[in-house]
């Protein structure tokens, strides 16, 4: 029997010639990585240190913060919070990256996204490295667990495979790939396992895509995502990559939880309904559905194609009075490249408010509903509270919807907008 | 060391599959910091006088998934305040399972509980024999066992402690 690419994975770093799912192990990650948030970095960095005397990381190169949430900081608690963590980066030489975009994103951008590399982070939405080979596993408190010790315990996961197969209709986008995975294989379908992906969708589909569909694994109960790396990931990571590792893939004959064939040829663009991201329906039964702003951003969406798509649609056209759009790259570099190439123009005459790549707007800090208020999103989640008042509303739908959505002030079939 | 055996009531079946427990506190109380305070919210819109009801070491159970979505930590905080000790269910989403299991928070994978467990049953919960005995209608369970790591975990109470275990167990070995 052979082996899956997440088992070869935990066997290299194990420092194990294989290792099977469902063992125990004890496991080195390559890299751990965190963006400071209250309740999580500075605890460990404080637990860290009263708790088990650690004043420095041996390694300082496994080590990588981030700073994406609370930027730019709105209150001195924030600053403080971000000033620690540059200081504790400073004391550990531990790379502290800031107002360069998502975290999860500029890891993959400055070579964390290694094919073959494990890595570890408190938010689960770091499986978007799985687009690369790379093994990433969002563990909450746990993360404590890789700051203090060289090796963590983990169970090897099991893999659920799904192949999708079929090409995109247009309009229809990664987003609207993944949101239909969870349709066919339940909120549970993946429960506490690896989900790996495959088909002929995911060998066609660009790698911004695929970063889209592994970022929300954990929404089928998967612990990570990961694609075997084809040439098209490889050209992108190997170049970057931090460290040099052997790039694994899965054995033809590797033992999977379940395989899953999903057609999404005849796939239409969906929506997320309130108040669950397991709540996936199709876009046209919600059409006409009032609508109040719209959110084009975050770490599953909110990249090159995302924005292009979105520019499209609005090109020539008007976001309709009084609707909010707020479009925020995912990334520094995405936006640089969204300008230099006009696409940002685009959106902007549109009358998009456009602004530098943050979490914020994700999370409810920025751009927040009140009461009886209604958003599309591309965020991550549209669970109740989750961008403002408990009593709004968040459709998660793609980017294109949410540009169509902009112009007519309600859910709007974005195909008659798309041209390609 | 072991994980003691949990011995309560079953407080409250939560039937609901996916159940996202923010909804235990309400997701306008989730910023909540006073324990206090969330254990007076905890539950209030199934049952106004769940507090009064509860007893120290009383279990929760629940469906499939149980902790979908995205769980914050409050709604298990004011469950503890409340004297909840631990929580049975179906199956675990696994990022709830992973945070309540760092916080030291007995957490139960048993198939089969909800038809075989009613409201405000007796419940023994024996890691020695990986079983849920309902002592209110003299049946028994058997339950997923737990892998080392939360096994060590919950011994310690939760990941402070275990880490500070792991460090013993090393040095010992010197």
């Known amino acids: 029997m052979g082996h899956t690419i997440a088992e070869k994975i935990l066997a290299r770093a194990a420092g194990l010639g294989t290792v099977h799912a469902g063992q125990e192990i004890e496991v080195k990650p390559d890299y751990v990585i965190a963006y400071d948030f209250p309740g999580y970095t500075d605890v460990i960095f404080k637990q ?27 209150a001195p608690h924030e600053e403080e919070l971000h000033q620690n963590t540059r200081d504790w980066g400073a004391k550990n030489n531990v790379p502290v990256y800031e107002r360069m975009g998502i975290g999860h994103q500029v890891a993959a951008e400055l070579g964390y996204a290694t094919p073959g590399a494990f890595a570890v982070h408190f938010d689960g939405h770091i499986s978007q490295l799985g687009t690369y080979g790379t093994l990433a596993i969002g563990v909450r408190r746990h993360l404590l667990e890789a700051f203090v010790k060289e090796h963590i315990k983990l169970k090897v996961p ?15 986008t990664a ?17 506490f396992n690896v989900l790996e ?12 895509g695929r970063q889209t569909i592994t970022c929300l694994a954990m929404f089928t109960g998967a612990i990570t995502a990961v694609i075997n790396p084809d040439k098209k990931a490889l050209d992108y990571a190997l170049p970057r990559a931090r460290k040099e590792l052997d790039v694994q893939y899965s054995d033809d004959d590797a033992s999977y939880t379940a395989v899953h064939d999903i057609d999404v040829s005849t796939l239409d663009p969906v929506v997320v309904i309130p108040p669950n991201p397991s709540n996936t329906r199709d876009l046209a039964d919600f059409v006409g559905t009032e609508i109040h702003l719209g959110y084009l951003g975050s770490c599953a969406s909110g990249r090159l194609e995302d924005l292009r ?25 995405i936006m640089e490249q969204a300008a230099r190439e006009g696409t940002l123009a685009t959106l902007i005459a549109a009358g998009a408010y456009v602004t530098s790549s943050s979490c914020d707007y994700c999370f409810g800090r920025m751009g927040v509903m009140s009461d009886g208020q209604r958003a599309v999103s591309t965020g991550t989640l549209n669970v109740k509270g989750r961008m403002g008042s408990t009593d709004s509303e968040i459709y998660i739908v793609n980017a294109a919807a949410v540009a169509a959505a902009a112009i007519e002030g309600c859910i709007a079939d974005p195909r008659k907008y798309v041209k390609s | 060391m072991a994980i003691e055996n949990l011995h309560g009531r079953a407080a409250w079946v939560f039937d609901e599959i996916d159940f996202d427990v923010d909804q235990i506190v309400g997701v306008k ?17 199934y049952e106004a006088d769940f507090a009064s009801k509860v007893q120290a070491g009383d279990l929760l159970v629940g469906n499939s998934n149980f902790g979908y979505g995205h769980p914050h930590y409050p709604p298990m905080i004011a469950m503890r305040r409340l004297g909840i000790a631990g929580v049975i269910a179906e199956s675990f989403s696994p990022g709830y399972w992973r945070g309540e299991i760092a916080m030291g928070f ?3 994978s048993c198939q089969g509980i909800l038809t075989k467990v009613n409201r405000w049953d007796e419940l023994v919960v024996d890691w020695s024999q990986d079983k849920i005995f309902n002592i209110t209608q003299d049946t028994e369970i058997p339950f997923e066992p737990l892998t080392e790591g939360d096994q060590l975990m919950l011994e310690a109470g939760g990941i402070i402690g275990y880490l500070h275990e792991r460090n013993k167990a090393e040095q010992d070995n010197e």
């Not at chain 2, 109380?29 to 819109?45: H, Q």
Request: aromatic share 4%; charged share 25%.
């Open chain 2, 106 to 108: 007995p957490q139960v």
């Open chain 1, 158 to 172: 099991h893999t659920t495979r799904v192949n999708l197969d079929g090409a995109l209709r247009p309009g229809v």
């Open chain 1, 309 to 333: 798509m979105a520019a499209e649609v609005l090109e020539g056209r008007q976001v309709k009075d009084g609707f909010q759009l707020h479009v925020v790259p995912t990334s520094k570099d």
């Open chain 1, 48 to 74: 860290m240190e009263e708790e088990f005397g650690i004043r420095k990381v041996a390694e300082p190169e496994r080590f990588a913060l981030f700073i994406d949430h609370m930027v730019p900081a709105v």
């Open chain 1, 197 to 208: 992906l495959g088909g002929t969708t995911i060998a066609d589909m660009t790698l911004e």
């Open chain 2, 29 to 45: 109380n989730i910023k909540i910091k006073d324990v206090d305070e969330l254990a007076r919210l905890a539950m209030a819109t």
């Open chain 1, 175 to 191: 987003r609207d790939v993944f949101h239909h995975i969870v349709r066919v294989i339940g909120p549970s379908g993946c429960r």
